[in-house]
């Protein structure tokens, strides 16, 4: 009896010292952000919808019969009249999941999707932690737990689809444009000429290009690229999709002049513009006039102005110093202006409700001074905000709208109301249930105008965005 409670003496004091190391403030930590992805679960199964890799069949599918040796754009899925409708360099990239079986491929896109979405929000969040002494990881793990419930990325995962991987290539030139900017001044030291390349970011343009060669709505990007007249990194992207297409028509020349000459323009393959996943503009309108199509030229009317004002309010929030809210704006417009936006490609509200979030942080934090000096010393003479003295209560209120949005936001495309109201032309009008079933069936493409318009950025969020701007200023005078 004494052998065996000293046997468990020692291996509970083994247990304990390699413990010892481990805070309970990280327990509870990891603890939480298990919570979290649990109730993201739930919440994907209560209001998601059935999946099953329904897109990844129908490009393993097609991978297998290009594999085989039949036309790749002859394909058709088994069941359906869907074939394969992406350029053939997004073929070339898909070509290994021929060898796996069709649910192994579609699981290696979700957890590549997920790890994708997980280094994305890092680099998003990572000035944000910082700034507010919080951790890293925890911030990281709890937003990708909460984002994977939202409609958008929950429907990129269950289809099998490849919006996040895409997303993960923009985002990349945030970072990369982020690296550039402080080279010179806060660049780091790195031995190795690819580390050093690395950090430089040179590079920067290359993930917009490779999207674009894969889907063409990024080309936006482009244009932005030029407007904010960032003329190298705009040069590099397109320099990389026409490098990437040319290379691709070397290589399998007669998907290419397929695809160019006759696929890219059969929009019907696509599906119907009033059906209630796209939530673009063209949607919209479309449902509004109780059509299968979209009234023409009032969609390209309204089109130009959302891209005009999109643009606009881009290139001011990079002057201000908010690329990540110029970035967002950029593929909100594009997510708008579509002629097809389903409901899996609006992953750009992630990156919305993070800028939300932390413009109501800004906010509350900025009016903290304000109000203990106010609490300190009746004799306040300090500058009045708004013509008014500020109140003790008024950090409690600012930042508030913000904060609703981003909560409104979230929780919008979370519960995603569109699904109980769908309807499909001609058996059913979009009139069906009313009013408020048209609005209903209609309010992701709602959002995303009102995030168009209204979208606020943050002055100075990125501030290694001007040091391009003080590179020329003393020394001294930079200090003081």
Known sequence: MPTIVGSGLDR????RRATRGIERRTVVRIGIVTAVAYAAWLAIGLFGR???FFDMKIYHGAVVWWASGHDLYDFIAPTTTLGFTYPPFAALAMLPMAYLPVAAAGWVNAVGSIAALAVVLA?????????????????????????VALEPVRETLGYGQVNLLLFALVMADLVGLRWRSRRGTHGRRTDGALLRFLYSGSWAGVGIGLAT????????????????????????????????TLGTFA???????????????????????????????????ARLYDSIETPGLLWLSFSVLILALGLSRATTARAEGDELTAFTLVGLTANVISPISWTHHLVWV?????????AAIRRHEASRGLALRAAQSSAYKGPPVNGLRPPLWYPTLTGLRHAVAAAGLYLLFLVSPIWPYEHQLPEVSHYQDGLFGALMENSLALALIVLVAALPWRPGAEPAFYTLRTARVPAGAARR
């Open 123 to 147: 680099a998003l969040l990572r000035p944000i932690v910082d700034r507010l002494g919080w951790s890293l990881w925890f911030a990281v793990g709890i937003a990708t737990a909460m984002s």
């Open 50 to 52: 059935p999946y099953n």
């Open 12 to 15: 509970l004091a083994t247990v």
């Open 350 to 358: 992630v990156p919305a409700v993070i800028v939300l979030a932390d």
């Open 251 to 285: 290589l399998v020349g007669p998907e290419s002049r397929a695809y160019f000459a006759g696929v890219l323009w059969q929009t019907e393959r696509v599906g119907a513009a009033d059906m209630t996943p796209n939530q673009s503009l063209a949607g919209l309108l």
């Open 213 to 244: 060669a894969v889907k063409l709505t990024p080309a936006l990007f482009v244009v932005y690229l030029l407007v904010t007249r960032q003329w190298r990194v705009a040069a590099t992207a397109v320099g990389t999709t026409i490098g990437v």
